[in-house]
Structure formats: C-alpha cells, structure tokens
C-alpha cells in the first residue's frame, strides 16, 4: 500500500487538521446499515476538499480514510485502494452538491 492510501497518515496530520476534518465528517454524512457503493473514499476526499465554505483543504485519500475509521465509519473492500462505507444517500453533502 502507498503512503497516499495509508489510513495510518491521518494520525501525522496537525490536531487542528485533524478536527476539521472529524468535523466535516460528523456534520455532512450520515451513517446507514449497508455499503454505498457509490462513494468511494476518493469521491469522498474529493468532496471534503472542494467545500472550502467548511474548512476543506486537500487530504490524501489515505488520510480520508484514517479521518473515516476515526469517527466510527467501518470499511468494505479495505484490500482496495478506494474504500466504501456506510454513507446514506440523504447525507447533507450529497444533498447540498448534487455533482
């Protein structure tokens, strides 16, 4: 695994960083019982990034991927690069950007 899609990279941001992070996660996906395999943890890192309005700054997908183990989120398919969660469809990020 490169150092890019290392979950273990998250804990090497600075603590500032790091709530931010946690935060945007808390306030913008809501959890579900089943994988959404429609966003993977590179579409995902990529929507944290372009909201600049809540803090977003450009994160590795490794570093999204600790940020979503940090805040309770369990992996599917963690021998992948792109790694799916449990995310619903109503989550305030999708709602908001509809890409």
């Not at 998250?10 to 809501?30: A, N």
Request: hydrophobic share 30%.
């Amino acid at each position: 695994m490169s150092t890019q899609d290392d979950p273990n990279e998250f804990s090497l941001l600075p603590p500032e960083r790091q709530d931010i992070l946690r935060r945007w996660i808390q306030e913008h996906l809501t959890p579900r019982k089943s994988p959404n395999l429609r966003y993977s943890s590179y579409n995902l890192k990529h929507r944290f990034e372009a909201d600049r309005a809540h803090g977003g700054f450009y994160v590795s997908n490794g570093i999204f991927k600790g940020a979503m183990k940090e805040c309770g989120y369990v992996a599917q398919f963690e021998d992948d690069t792109n790694w799916i969660f449990s995310i619903s469809n109503k989550s305030k990020f999708i709602i908001e950007t509809r890409w």
